[in-house]
């Protein structure tokens, strides 16, 4: 998965940095979704952010 491939390789690499952004041994909160979007247009990444709902 992308958020546990980029946390890994944080870790790895960027010690130093992975520090300050480790919270309890992890880096995302399991309330977060992190994907890649691919070949998709712009446009349409773009339209899925505006249509988030933002927290309250």
């Given at each position: 998965?992308?958020?546990?491939v ?5 870790r ?45």
């Amino acid at each position: 998965s992308l958020k546990g491939v980029s946390g890994r390789l944080l870790r790895r690499d960027r010690p130093d940095i992975a520090v300050r952004y480790y919270y309890k041994g992890v880096l995302w909160s399991p309330g977060y979704f992190a994907s890649s979007c691919g070949g998709a247009p712009i446009s349409a990444i773009r339209q899925y952010i505006e249509q988030q709902q933002t927290p309250g």
